[in-house]
């Protein structure tokens, strides 16, 4: 599974995020989840000038940059939420994700204006040797949390995936990898080849670009967690 070239893999980096839905309904946050900074400079501009409050786009919405000291803290601000929302989705194999390794060393932007983080199960362990690691076994699961910045610097949650390898036979599209996507309020939106599958079939039509890597997608390098 060792990747071959250096393009290769950037162009696995940037597919990663491409495999989001493009559209959602974001939860709201807590109001102590805030980025101070774009907090104040929201608040000082006069009402009629100030960018409507959603979830920004790209190419349509400027989308708040954080710096990393921004996104590590607002991370630990959500996280919480997060988990909690994984628990109460209902999904058995999600129940405990906010005991799981983090594979990400903090949450970190991606194309799409999302802000990631990155964990897995014991037995997903192999996930931190990245594009030199061997197959994930049956059974590994690796979990992506997400939340947004508004224009005002409020933060809300996102939506989460999960990908889970499954026993031979179960997709050998995608190495027999299942999708799982959850909602910004908890509710399981679809899984690939269950329920409401169809839902989530951009997630198998993307991974499958990723075949030389196990299918999947891997964290930048300044943001991986040390194996």
């Known amino acids: 599974m060792k990747a071959k070239a250096i393009a290769t893999f950037f162009a696995a980096v940037v597919a990663v995020t491409a495999c989001q839905p493009q559209t959602s309904t974001v939860a709201p946050s807590a109001p102590d989840c805030t980025v101070p900074r774009i907090a104040a400079a929201y608040q000082r501009m006069p009402a009629p000038q100030r960018p409507a409050d959603v979830p920004p786009r790209p190419s349509l919405l400027p989308t708040p940059e954080l710096t990393d000291q921004e996104a590590a803290s607002v991370g630990d601000c959500m996280r919480p939420r997060l988990v909690a929302l994984a628990r109460a989705s209902g999904d058995l194999r999600l129940i405990g994700s906010g005991e799981w390794r983090r594979f990400s060393s903090q949450f970190y932007s991606s194309e799409h204006g999302r802000y990631l983080e990155v964990a897995g199960n014991a037995a997903a362990a ?3 040797e990245f594009e030199d690691g061997a197959p994930l076994p049956v059974g590994a699961v690796v979990t992506k949390r997400s939340y947004r910045v508004l224009q005002s610097g409020a ?11 499954m026993p031979k036979g179960y997709d050998d599209r995608v190495g027999d990898w299942k999708f799982t996507l959850i909602s910004a309020t908890g509710a399981i939106v679809g899984e690939s080849r269950g329920r409401d599958g169809d839902k989530v079939e951009f997630c198998v ?3 499958k670009s990723a075949w030389r ?3 999947l997608f891997f964290i930048p390098p300044p943001y991986r967690a040390k194996g």
């Open 126 to 128: 192999g996930f931190l």
């Open 155 to 165: 933060v809300v949650i996102d939506p989460q995936f999960a990908i889970e390898r």
């Open 213 to 215: 890597q196990d299918f």
């Open 205 to 207: 039509e993307c991974h």
